[in-house]
């Protein structure tokens, strides 16, 4: 995909846009390309936290699946892969281009297409004569997402949280509402242990099925990779679906022990990479922190400013014995200097290269240094500290 294709998909408004309308600009969109997405069968997870794990986990299990996740840390190739190989350069800038002019001739579009809009129908494109089934990451919200458009064989909820409050609502059951609007009629619909809410049982009815984690243990040899006690829930979920879908039980051993997620509890030489970036996946990284690292670690934190960052600070600053703020490269981005002022004795660095090498300088060498508060951030970091030798 050349510069110029991503500076085009950059200039378009995102998904905050499209989910104050409705689905029929994304409708419009598919029918100028044939509706793809009819082409393949699919899961279709929603959730505040986890979703992109449990994702992860079914593509692992299910290895000639398609599998569309959001947002990308690095390259926008991320986003649409057929088990790990991402899509390539070349297939990426032409089906860029077809739904590019798709977009230019479809009747009844409400407006030009978001990003989002865009990125997805790039996706359900080169999904069409590729695969036969596709695991499929919401976006935002679910009822109104981008990828809502499917017929989905099997849906998923993964967690609440309170996330996106200008979209999505003020409480638990605006936001619950919110995700069960990916709920067609007719599949079953797997939830986690804190997403099993009475909006959510109501609009599922019969075909809701509550997962436990204590249902792991009709599977005596799983050795998950992904670290905290968080993933076990995730572990659940995924395995569920997994059933419903008739995987084999040899699968989908096999893909909870090989399935790697990067940027989720990622460590990388003395660096812990972890995308928490609101409220309830800050008390998980917390969980994690006290059970693994007691002693505390070293923390570089960046936010975007619509999150709950002061909350999300409090939550994590016991486990710091030292708090640097910084900013990703994104418009979004807090002002460390804005951030330092609520922790005394923090650092702020003007950027996230200066960050790393302001923790390299003066940790202790046995020191972990953690990375988190935004996958915009865990982006950004991760290719710098993979220049580090461990």
């Given at each position: ?26 409708r419009a969109l598919s029918a100028a390309l044939g509706n793809p997405q009819d082409a393949f069968r699919c899961v279709l997870i929603a959730g505040t936290n986890g979703k992109g794990s449990v994702a992860k986990l079914l593509s692992s299990m299910m290895p000639e699946a398609g599998m569309y996740t959001s947002p990308h840390l690095v390259r926008l190739n991320e986003r649409i892969r057929v088990d790990d190989r991402e899509i390539s350069d070349e297939d990426l800038h032409e089906v860029f281009e077809t739904v590019k002019h798709a977009a230019s001739t479809a009747k009844d579009l409400l407006y030009p297409p978001t990003y989002f809009e865009i990125v997805t129908a790039m996706a359900f494109l080169y999904f069409r004569d590729r695969v036969k ?258």
């Open positions: 995909m050349t510069s110029n294709d991503l500076s085009y998909l950059y200039s378009l408004t995102n998904e905050y846009r499209s989910i104050r309308y409705d689905l029929r600009n994304m089934f596709a695991v499929l990451e919401v976006g935002l919200g679910g009822r109104l997402d981008a990828t809502n458009i499917v017929e989905q064989d099997v849906s998923v909820i993964t967690s609440i949280g309170i996330d996106h409050q200008q979209f999505l609502g003020d409480t638990i059951d605006e936001v619950a509402a919110e995700k069960a609007g990916i709920i067609k009629g007719r599949e079953p619909v797997i939830v986690g242990p804190n997403a099993d809410l009475p909006v959510i049982r109501q609009r599922a009815g019969s075909r809701l099925i509550a997962v436990k984690p204590a249902d792991l243990h009709k599977y005596p040899h799983l050795r998950p990779q992904l670290l905290g006690r968080h993933q076990i829930d995730n572990i659940a979920v995924a395995i569920r679906a997994a059933e419903c879908l008739g995987v084999p039980e040899g699968d989908i051993v096999r893909g909870v022990n090989r399935a790697t997620w990067p940027g989720r509890l990622e460590r990388i030489g003395r660096f812990l990479l972890d995308g928490a970036h609101n409220v309830s996946a800050a008390r998980a990284l917390a969980a994690f922190l006290k059970e693994f690292y007691p002693q505390g670690v070293w923390m570089i934190f960046g936010v975007m400013a619509d999150k709950q960052f002061e909350e999300m600070i409090a939550i994590l600053n016991p486990h710091a014995q030292q708090l640097i703020f910084t900013r990703p490269q994104n418009s979004r981005a807090k002002d460390p200097a804005h951030l330092q002022r609520l922790v005394p004795g923090s650092y702020a660095a003007s950027t996230v290269t200066e960050a790393i090498h302001y923790a390299r300088l003066r940790a202790p060498s046995d020191a972990t240094v953690l990375i988190c508060g935004s996958l915009y951030l865990i982006g950004e970091a991760r290719d710098l500290v993979k220049r580090f030798k461990p």
